[in-house]
């Protein structure tokens, strides 16, 4: 298992300011994988953040926009850059602790932007 | 095209009231088919990994069952603390990434 801890948790931002996300885990971890949760819908993966490399993206999601950082096996940050009211959503941060497909979450960033 | 569709969204129930939640998806090859709980505010918490057609796992009043389309999770005497979205997801069949159901909110009133 794994503890994440997830900062802040909820933040609420004028349109066109950034805020960046981290993301801090118990343990040492290889993958490290971003989500959006909008209101009422499932989980969109954002990025797959692995230490020593870059980010992988998917498909609509761009690194301009959501640059993460993976300085070391236990911690990551994502950035919401130049943030629009669409942009309002929860952001949760996971891990993969035996490479099974069992993620482990943390509680989320709830993201209001005005 | 991958797809996971859960159902019902919403299902509400009394105390001790026993249902299922359906969970049907569309992978060529499964590798696995996972079920979460997420209370409001949080993130979502494991529950089950069923990997074959006939495969079952409980935990407290809560079984999953998987067949080659589908998996239910049945609840069994179901108490107010049950309450929550219950979420299932799925492997891609490209990569192991996780498609995700849209989730069924159950209720349970006391």
């Known amino acids: 298992s794994a503890v994440i801890s997830q900062k802040p948790s909820r933040d609420i931002c004028q349109r066109g300011t950034s805020l960046t996300i981290q993301c801090q885990v118990d343990s040492q971890v290889t993958m490290m994988f971003w989500y959006r949760q909008q209101p009422g819908q499932s989980l969109t993966l954002i990025a797959t953040?692995?230490?020593?490399?870059?980010?992988?993206?998917e498909s609509g999601f761009v690194i301009d926009k959501f640059p993460i950082s993976r300085p070391n096996l236990t911690f990551s940050t994502l950035t919401v850059s130049n943030m629009s009211p669409e942009d309002s959503s929860i952001y949760l941060c996971s891990v993969d602790v035996g490479r099974t497909g069992e993620l482990f979450f943390g509680e989320g960033s709830r993201l209001t932007v005005l | 095209e991958d797809q996971v569709t859960q159902s019902p969204e919403a299902l509400r129930l009394q105390e001790g009231e026993s249902s299922s939640l359906n969970c049907s998806y569309t992978v060529s090859g499964l590798r696995g088919l996972f079920w979460y709980r997420q209370d409001p505010g949080k993130g979502p918490e494991f529950l089950f990994t069923l990997y074959s057609a006939g495969e079952e796992k409980e935990k407290e009043r809560l079984k999953a069952t998987l067949t080659k389309k589908e998996s239910f999770l049945h609840i069994t005497a179901p108490k107010p603390e049950d309450s929550a979205t219950y979420l299932c997801a799925v492997p891609m069949d490209s990569n192991y990434q996780l498609i995700w159901g849209a989730g069924t909110k159950l209720i349970i009133k006391p």
């Open positions: 953040a692995n230490q020593g490399s870059e980010a992988t993206y």
